[in-house]
């Protein structure tokens, strides 16, 4: 079985242009949801490769968005000072059916 594999930039999501206020509507369905204790998001692992940085693994599962994936994401202070920004990560967005990735962004 062969899926494709989307990969999308920010300049791919940013064209999306979806309105606040779906943006919102989703958000309140996604909080609502953690709320009823129904999103499985355990809590993240983390390294520290340095001594003000971090990298984590943010995963979670929402069954009434059917959305699952995981966001990887780092923190790293003295980057400001290399022009790269202090926080930086991607998504990753897998088939709740088949646990194949789905996207990268």
């Known amino acids: 079985m062969s899926q494709e594999l989307l990969y999308l930039s920010r300049s ?3 064209a999306v242009a ?3 206020g779906r943006v919102i509507e989703l ?6 949801e953690k709320g009823m204790g129904r999103v499985e ?9 340095r001594p003000d940085a971090f990298i984590h693994a943010m995963p979670a599962y929402i069954p009434a ?4 994936g995981i966001k990887w994401v780092s923190g790293y202070p003295e980057n400001s000072k290399r022009g790269l920004p202090y ?16 996207c990268v962004m």
Do not use: Q
């Not at 968005?65 to 699952?68: H, I, N, R």
């Open 41 to 49: 998001m355990p809590p993240k692992p983390g390294v520290h490769p």
């Open 65 to 68: 968005m059917e959305a699952v």
């Open 87 to 102: 926080i930086s990560g991607l998504l990753v967005l897998n088939d709740p059916e088949t646990g194949l990735p789905t």
């Open 18 to 20: 979806l309105s606040m």
């Open 27 to 32: 958000l309140e369905k996604a909080f609502f």
């Open 12 to 14: 791919d999501v940013e």
